[in-house]
């Protein structure tokens, strides 16, 4: 089981399901958050920071953000404050390089927080360390940096991280409770464990991630995770809906909505949480594509939430589906995840399987009823020998899994018995 905080970050294990936000200048090219970086030359800096006379976000909403994240089942927000270009999203004196100078003019993180803090919705705010404006921090041409310092840059990275406590003072001071503090990228291998320790003393309770200059209170994988059965650590998963970008990419290729229930179902199954990446336009808006994959993902989701909430991931208990051929030849055949709650027993189908049924070792007691969390379809149970376990002892089978009604969202078992799954 994964070790709990003991304190209130313990509503970390609660709140499985979020959205992340990445959204900025960016979003008018339109092609990547880090075309400074990735763009091999498609734009200077100079040409870049004067996006800011052209960011004009006039349907920003945040109430109607808000909206699509709860009806995707979302139980939080993660913002972007800063990304690698350095562009601040709310109003810091800290520098001029911030929305209140672009042509929209108003505290965008603000308009925000009012929104989750009126609607109890919790609110993370993501911050990236390297800053490819600032003219203290020192890009050295690393990754996620630029080539070199610019004529007037004073690279300095502690003068730097003293900037980077002023704003985190503004962060959370200014804009109510915030839930999580998402670093990214230390590029610079910066170690200063006494950030986190003002965060705390900012907001007493707040969670941090793994990724700033001190160990953090739960890890995030980003894009892929290794297969495997249950999270050693608080871990929280990212994951954008489109492939090629986190920002707004005007020809992204998007990620199947069964791909992203696949790795939604398998990381939530393993015990960890889920951050899932929208890019809004340019004017605020969610692109279409988007709203389409949202709508889809959260219908599937509401479906089988009842899986994740409150349940124990156990998938080590489940012993590989393996057989051997007449020519010894081993062969794995469906792999599923589980988890579970007092008489309970959730079974995850994150990949999809070879037959209508599924053989799950080492259990052999029959449930009392067997359904489809889906949709509430009856299935068929039985503990009985295979042709291919005919050496073994029988074990209990489920069958009558409509796999070819099925193609296009991940399916979970529910399995009720009569007695608690650790007798």
């Known amino acids: 089981m994964i070790p709990r905080f003991k304190d209130g970050r313990d509503v970390f294990f609660e709140r499985r399901w979020g ?43 945040p109430d109607k953000w808000i909206d699509i994240a709860q009806a995707a089942g979302m139980e939080y927000i993660c913002f972007t404050t800063k990304h690698h270009d350095g562009f601040c999203m709310w109003d810091t004196k ?19 927080a009012e929104a989750c803090a009126r609607r109890n919705f919790p609110l993370s705010l993501y911050y990236s360390c390297p800053d490819w404006h600032h003219p203290k921090y020192p890009n050295l041409g690393r990754h996620h940096e630029m080539f070199g310092p610019r004529p007037g840059d004073i690279p300095d990275l502690e003068g730097y991280y003293a900037y980077v406590r002023q704003q985190i003072e503004e962060l959370y001071t200014n804009y109510g409770t915030i839930y999580q503090f998402f670093w990214d990228v230390n590029v ?5 464990p006494s950030l986190n320790e003002y965060l705390r003393e900012l907001q007493p309770g707040i ?28 871990t929280e998963a990212v994951q954008s809906l489109g492939r090629e ?17 696949q790795s939604i179902d398998k990381i939530l199954a393993m015990g960890g949480n889920y951050l899932l990446n929208v890019g809004p336009q340019a004017d605020g808006s969610f692109p279409e594509e988007s709203l389409r994959g949202l709508e889809r993902i959260g219908n599937w989701y509401h479906s089988i939430k009842e899986a994740f909430d409150g349940t124990t991931a156990i998938s080590s208990l489940v012993q590989k589906d393996e057989i051997v051929t007449s020519s010894g030849q081993r062969i794995e055949r469906d792999h599923v995840l589980a988890t579970k709650r007092d008489h309970t027993l959730y079974i995850h189908l994150y990949r999809d399987l070879q037959t209508n049924a599924v053989v799950l070792k080492p259990w052999d007691v029959v449930p009392l009823k067997a359904t489809l969390l889906n949709n509430g379809q009856s299935l068929d149970a039985s503990v009985d020998f295979t042709p291919w376990y005919w050496k073994d002892k029988p074990y209990l089978r489920i069958r009558n899994i409509p796999v070819n009604e099925f193609v296009g969202e991940v399916m979970v078992l529910k399995l009720e018995f009569d007695r608690t799954l650790s007798e």
Do not use: C
């Open 207 to 234: 969670l941090i991630n793994n990724r700033g200059p001190a160990p953090g209170d739960y890890s995030t994988p980003e894009r892929s995770v290794p297969d495997g059965n249950e999270f050693d650590k608080p």
């Open 188 to 192: 610079a291998e910066h170690h200063d």
């Open 245 to 261: 970008s986190w920002g707004y990419k005007s020809d992204e290729d998007y990620y199947s909505h069964k791909y992203i229930m």
């Open 94 to 112: 800290y520098t001029s390089y911030n929305v209140m100078n672009s042509k929209y003019g108003k505290d965008i993180l603000a308009m925000l």
């Open 19 to 61: 959205m992340f936000i990445h959204w900025g200048l960016y979003a008018i090219p339109a092609w990547h958050e880090q075309i400074l970086w990735r763009g091999n030359g498609m734009m200077k800096r100079s040409e870049y920071e004067k996006l800011i006379d052209e960011f004009n976000p006039v349907n920003f909403d």
